[in-house]
């Protein structure tokens, strides 16, 4: 039996990690949209439709917060997942008042990851968030 794929898209700018990360999600059986900036993200997010959005603090033409704002324009239910090193429990806070739905400390278990990343994407198809 095929198992329901689900399509991310994940913005981060540094390459290893978004082609280590992407690599992972893929093994947990979702479809990975990569780019690397605020721009690159928009436009894929306005022509595609995804199953949650992932994305890191700082981008380098602007802030993560501001990619969540932006989405958030037009996009009021798709899950947001930050995956960001910036650890301060105000860099929570500020994201999840952005519209984000959770917020994960990198690095973190590949399986922490992917757990959250299933509960949002569950919780959002059953219209919980």
Not at 60 to 76: A, H, K, Y
Not at 89 to 107: F, H, I, N, T
Request: aromatic fraction near 8%; glycine fraction near 4%; charge should be negative.
């Amino acid at each position: 039996m095929q198992l329901d794929k689900r399509l991310i898209l994940y913005i981060e700018d540094h390459e290893d990690t978004r082609e280590l990360v992407s690599l992972v999600l893929r093994q947990f059986n979702y479809d990975v949209v990569a780019c690397s900036t605020i721009e690159a993200g928009m436009n894929l997010a306005q022509s595609q439709t995804f199953d949650l959005y992932l994305m890191d603090s700082w981008l380098p033409d602007g802030s993560g917060l501001d990619l969540c704002r932006r989405i958030r324009e037009f996009d009021r239910g798709t899950p947001i997942l930050f995956y960001s090193a910036a650890a301060f429990e105000a860099d929570r806070e500020s994201a999840l008042q952005c519209g984000a739905q959770a917020y994960l400390v990198k690095p973190s278990q590949n399986s922490e990851l992917c757990s959250l990343v299933s509960l949002l994407i569950e919780k959002s198809r059953k219209g919980l968030l």
